[in-house]
């Protein structure tokens, strides 16, 4: 089993758009992916509600919620049999809460928005998740995606420059694109849309597929549930 995980603790640089995005593409190859949301704001959750039972099948659990009636590990349980798990992680989280997050994730998803408040956050966000969270350059574990992208602007230069400082790789470049808003408003993924509208869109995601199938290769993933973490 896989378990991607999505995280940057700067707010709207792109998490649930791309945890959602990537459900869709696995459930529209015939798996049957989880959806983890642990953002208390419910957005991946709220995008899967609006799904209806002919489209492809994700199997959402709602990480944020706590039910007293039902022990954690309960909550969280995976179905037998699942292929791959998209954790969608709220904004704010803390470097202390990173360690947990990350521990049982094949693969780290940095999003980052080109811009110098979100360039700044990522710098930090890469900072915790290598010196507090042990997430090791050499694993191929942690990938950065450069979000909302308009190309030959000074913006999207320095992104790449900053970039290439943290030696870290860009696994994927997507365009500033409406499209994601209005598929996410109809519960559906890109994938899911009109080819010829997307196609352009989509082109900016193979290289990130191409990436999520490459071995971690980090020794061994220990098992187990994220544990709750704290939140009001
Ligand atoms: N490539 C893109 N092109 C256009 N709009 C985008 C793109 N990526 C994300 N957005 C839009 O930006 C907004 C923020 O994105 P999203 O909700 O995915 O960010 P987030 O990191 O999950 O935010 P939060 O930290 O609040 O959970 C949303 O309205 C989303 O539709
Ligand atoms: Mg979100």
């Not at 995005?21 to 959750?45: C, I, K, T, W």
């Not at 199997?59 to 919620?65: G, S, T, V, W, Y």
């Not at 909550?75 to 803390?94: K, S, Y």
């Not at 999207?156 to 994601?180: E, K, M, V, W």
Request: proline share 6%; aromatic share 4%.
């Amino acid at each position: 089993m896989q378990r991607i995980v999505v995280l940057n603790p700067k707010g709207g640089s792109g998490k649930t758009t791309i945890a959602i995005n990537l459900a869709s593409h696995f459930a529209m190859q015939g798996e049957r992916p989880v959806l983890m949301d642990y953002d208390p704001q419910g957005s991946s959750a709220r995008w899967a509600g609006k799904r209806d039972k002919t489209q492809a099948r994700i199997h959402l659990i709602k990480a944020f919620e706590r039910d007293p009636r039902i022990t954690r590990t309960f909550q969280l349980r995976i179905p037998d049999g699942t292929g791959r798990v998209i954790v969608d992680t709220p904004a704010a989280v803390e470097a202390q809460e990173m360690p947990e997050l990350t521990r049982s994730a094949d693969k780290i998803l940095v999003p980052v928005l080109p811009s110098d408040i979100d360039i700044h956050a990522c710098s930090r966000c890469v900072q915790n998740l290598l010196l507090v969270a042990k997430v090791h350059r050499s694993d191929n574990r942690l990938g950065i995606i450069a979000n909302r992208v308009r190309r030959n602007t000074v913006t999207y230069q320095a992104l790449l420059r900053f970039l290439g400082t943290l030696r870290i790789p860009i696994i994927a470049t997507l365009r500033d694109s409406q499209n994601y808003v209005h598929a996410a408003e109809s519960g559906l993924g890109l994938q899911e849309m009109k080819p010829y509208d997307v196609a352009e869109d989509l082109a900016g995601w193979q290289s990130l597929l191409d990436w999520l199938e490459v071995p971690s290769t980090r020794r061994s993933a220990p098992a187990g549930v994220i544990q709750p973490m704290c939140r009001a």
